[in-house]
Each structure stands twice: as structure tokens, then as C-alpha cells.
């Protein structure tokens, strides 16, 4: 089959072998997003070789329980062994034998066929689309925040970053009902927010020491200095993206001002389909641009351009 | 007055004006203790010109209430100003206007008086001597960890350092009765737990990853790296101790581990008084050794050689 092949920071359109897993799902890829993590791979931030992608809609074509073939499904990127401390301790997605889709010791779906478990697959209901259904990884990433902190309706909330992932945080934050705003760089992500009645707030506007709850969303550590200079005393910082390499940090800031620091990860796709059934949220309005297969390289150069959100493959 | 003065990094013996605040209480200093935090200001860590120390015990002598005079009391060594969102929030150790004692544009305890506000002041009891009361500071640092988190019978507790601070959290922690373990660098730090029954680690027994709480009190980068491996997926690192300067910290291990970091800081006097007056801690096990004002010079320098515990200076 066609795949996109990831080696020594090169990528390279290839043909391999079409997956062989007979205790998994063999699903055929509809179309699939391009995610910062993927670009980040290719920078070489992580060691990865292999096919990258983690963000689908796919078809099952074969399955252990052959009630799954011709199921529409999205696929949670953490593949795991169920017996590790981790598992046990209901935190799969920290399993300490996993592979990751795409992204650790697991060939992704920039490719025409994917394989996973099938505890790993969940349906997409009839009315949310295939443009739709791929924003369920990252849609569910935004939502981890809200399972790991209660956020009050009172509660002043400051979101730094509204690239792919924050516009989503927005969407869902509006949702919680709290004193939410945005610092939004590009006047196209500001666009998008005030399209949502979703409130802006520039650098200059932002009070020191004021936020009861920070959203860094930049990865960036300008976004992770701005996003402690703002969080309250007793306040809480969520970072939502990863750093390049190691972050000079002032860490007695933290511990005089008792702030707490929380690393958000990957999150529920359960809720993240519901969502996108109910039409609350509209991830729709991120999209770029499509690209084939066969342009996939091109779409990896356009995904890694300055304000681009979400470039997608359509297979 | 005699009183201790610091300046530009040096200290200096010298004669000053008996502190006149007529809505404050005039305390005679009995005995008071030397910090890590005091030693830090000599090194210059913190920008202070005054009189250090806040760790004390004292009399009053003069209060705008006048039965408070002759009590025997200990001081919170913030003081607030009531109005601000910190104080009106029931954050007042984070008052954005606050002075602190010997510490922050508030002459502090080693001098003959000093002075506080009337509420900042608590009656030692009887039953506690001079020699534990200095320790209610301190104590209530210790104890401030468990007003942040809720520590379960079952979780596995690592501290990492048994110094001044790390004994007392140490004997505060074994009172939770969790599966606690306290790494040590020295063997009278050692021999200090072991007597009380509780566990030493070393760092080579220390599993990665496998910690639900760890609690990071030596301010060191080697402790601070130490803790953040030892500790578990979505568990919590609870920061005790400041650091100089900045530290060059992998922020993405804590976001990919969805890692809690929490700055920790002043804690409750009313627990630690009450704590010292059941007898259930006993920080005088960490005396080493006692000087008088005129050789408080002497005692600093005691104070700032490595495994020395506390220093305490008597009026």
C-alpha cells in the first residue's frame, strides 16, 4: 500500500506492506488531519520511524468480531497491555507497555490502511462527517483539561495560544460557561473566536497575578512565561502543548506564589464524539486545506507554515 | 537595641532604634531560629536590608490591646492588609501588599524587640517550651502540604531531603500514616528518622515512575530532577524548598506524564501550635546548637556549614 515514511527527519511517500495484525482491526483510511505533534516528529523532537499520523476516520475491512467491518470509526492513539500498573490503576493512557498511533513503536495513517485494537475503535455516529470525525483525538485533548479541574462559572480564565489545538480549547471552555478570554495572535484566529462570541484579550490587557486559571497553548516558552506572570497566587497553570529540548524556568516563583502546574495530555473520545454529535462545538471552521495521498508531502509543508490550522489527507 | 543587620550581603552587629509601632505589639525576642531562608539572603538570593529572622519566640511588652501584655507568643510572618483580592479571597499569606517578617521590608527577629500586628500573634502554651515554639514557623510550613492535598493511606510518599525543613515534614507526613520513605544524604539525618520509625530510601531503590506523592525539599536541580522521575503518572510533585535562580527543567515530561506540580509555602500556626502541645512531633531533636546575640555572626556561620540542622540564637 501507499504510506507516508518517516526517517531520519525525512519523510518519504512509499509503498509498504499492507499491515498484517490478525488480533486487530484492519481499517481503511478515509481521511486524516495533520497534527503539530506530526511536524514536531519531523523536526526531530521525538525519535520516531515509521508512518506518522494519529489523527483519522477510517472504515474497518476486517476484524477479529466481524460485526466492526464497514463501521465508520475514529481510534484512540494509545494502544495498551491492560495489566502494567497504569492500566490497573484506570490511567491507560500512561501505560507503561504502550504504543502510540503514528507517534511511539506504532505505524500511523498517512497511509491507505491502519491497524488497532478493537477496544482501541470507537463509531462515529451517521450525522457527524468524515471533516468532523477527525478532530475527535485532538477535540478530546482539549477536554482532558475539564476532567482533570472543575471549572467554576466565576472562575477568570486566561487561554494563551489559539493555533489548532487552542481554537478547540476555546470552543469547550465557552461551553463551561466560566470568564473565559483569549490571547489570540493571528487576526484569523481572532476571527474565529469573535465568530464564537468568544472574548480576546491582548498582552498589554492581561493583569498579572489576576488569572484563577491559565491555558498555555503555544508551546512556546514566551506563551509559558506569559502564562505564569498571569495565573493568581494559588491559581492553576494547565499546559496543554510540549517544548522543544529543556525550559529555563523560574521555579521559586511557583512555589512562593503556591501555584500548581498541571500537565494535560490526551483525553476522552467518548465525550469528544458527543460533542461533535450535539453540534456545540465546530471544529469544521479550522480547515485549511485537503491534499491526497499522493500530495501528502506538500500538505506536511503547507501544515508547517506560520498560522496555517488544519491541513487534511484525504486518501 | 542590639540587633543583627544585614546589608549588601554582609551581616553586622549593630545598635538601633527599639522599633516604635504604636498599633502593632512590642515583642521582646526570647529565642529565634535560623532558616534556610535566612542564609539565602546573606548569599543574596533575596534583596533585603534590615534586620533578618522570623523564626521566634517572644513576650509582648507593649500592645495597643493591653492584655496581651506578658503573653508569651509566636508571629505568621506575613502581614496583611486586608483589602486586597488575596486577604478578601482568603489567600492572606499571598497579600499583594504584604511586608514580611526579616524577610520582605519588615525588620525581623534577631534584635532585642520587634514588632507585629495584633493578628498576626498567637499565645504559646504553657506545656511548649521556648525551644519548640521557635519551630511553630517552620512546623506550619511542614504542615501546609497536607492543607494542599489529600494524602491517602495507601499512597506511596517519597521525600527527597531530611534537612531542617525535611525532618519536620518528614514527622508530619509519618502522622498521615501513608507508605512514606525519606531519601537522606546524611546519616545523622538518617539516624534522626530511624529513631521515629520511619523509612529511609536510598536513591538507588528509588523506582522510576512509581511514586503517587513526591515531595521535593532539598532546593537543589539534582533533587528537583530526582522527584520528577520518581514520580508517577498523574501524580503530584509537591515543591517545598525555592531554588536559585532559574533551572533548565524538561516541561514536557510533565505534560506528557499529565504530572500535578505544586508550589508550597506558609502553612497554619493554630495546627503546628497544637501539634508541638500534643507532643506528637518533636523538632527538638534537631537543636545542634544555641548561641546568644552577641555571637550571632558566629552562628550564621555554624548555620550555612552542610547537615548542620538548627541554629537558634538566645536573647
Redesign the interface.
Given at each position: 500500500m501507499k504510506a507516508l515514511w518517516l526517517e531520519n527527519q525525512k519523510l518519504e511517500l512509499r509503498e509498504v506492506p499492507k499491515p498484517d495484525r490478525p488480533n486487530e482491526a484492519l481499517i481503511r483510511i478515509r481521511k486524516a488531519g495533520i497534527c503539530s505533534t506530526d511536524l514536531e516528529m519531523v523536526k526531530g523532537y521525538y525519535p520516531f520511524t515509521g508512518i506518522p499520523g494519529h489523527e483519522f476516520v477510517g472504515e474497518v475491512v476486517d476484524a477479529p468480531d466481524r460485526s466492526w467491518i464497514g463501521q465508520r470509526v475514529v481510534g484512540e492513539i494509545n494502544v495498551v497491555c491492560g495489566t502494567c500498573?497504569?492500566c490497573l490503576n484506570e490511567?491507560p493512557t500512561?501505560c507503561?507497555n504502550r504504543t502510540v498511533l503514528g507517534i511511539s513503536n506504532r505505524n500511523g495513517v498517512f497511509a491507505e490502511y491502519t491497524t488497532l485494537p478493537l477496544e482501541n475503535l470507537y463509531r462515529v455516529p451517521d450525522s457527524v462527517s468524515d471533516e468532523m470525525a477527525i478532530f475527535t483525538e485532538p477535540l478530546a485533548a482539549a477536554l482532558e483539561i475539564q476532567q482533570?479541574i472543575q471549572i467554576e462559572q466565576a472562575d477568570r480564565v486566561l487561554l494563551v495560544g489559539a493555533g489548532r489545538l487552542g481554537q478547540l480549547i476555546a470552543q469547550t471552555l465557552a461551553l463551561a460557561g466560566c470568564n473565559l478570554h483569549v490571547l489570540a495572535r493571528h487576526p484569523f484566529q481572532q476571527n474565529l473566536l469573535t465568530a464564537r462570541g468568544i472574548n480576546l484579550i491582548s498582552e498589554a490587557e492581561i493583569n498579572s497575578?489576576?488569572w484563577d486559571i491559565v491555558i498555555e497553548a503555544t508551546g512556546s516558552p514566551d506563551g509559558?512565561n506569559l502564562a505564569r506572570k498571569a495565573v493568581?497566587?494559588?491559581g492553576t497553570m494547565v499546559?496543554?502543548?510540549?517544548?522543544e529540548?529543556?525550559?529555563?524556568?523560574?521555579?521559586?516563583s511557583?512555589?512562593?506564589?503556591?501555584?500548581?502546574?498541571?500537565?494535560?495530555?490526551c483525553g476522552p473520545f467518548e465525550s469528544a464524539l458527543q460533542l461533535l454529535e450535539s453540534g456545540a462545538v465546530d471544529p469544521s471552521v479550522l480547515m485549511t486545506a485537503k491534499y491526497s495521498l499522493g500530495e501528502v508531502i506538500e500538505a506536511f509543508k503547507h501544515a508547517s507554515q506560520p498560522g496555517v490550522l488544519k491541513i487534511y489527507i484525504e486518501m
Open positions: 500498573e497504569s490511567r500512561h507503561e482533570q497575578g489576576k509559558f493568581r497566587p494559588r499546559l496543554k502543548s510540549t517544548y529540548g529543556e525550559m529555563s524556568v523560574n521555579i521559586s511557583i512555589v512562593v506564589d503556591e501555584i500548581t502546574v498541571l500537565g494535560s495530555r
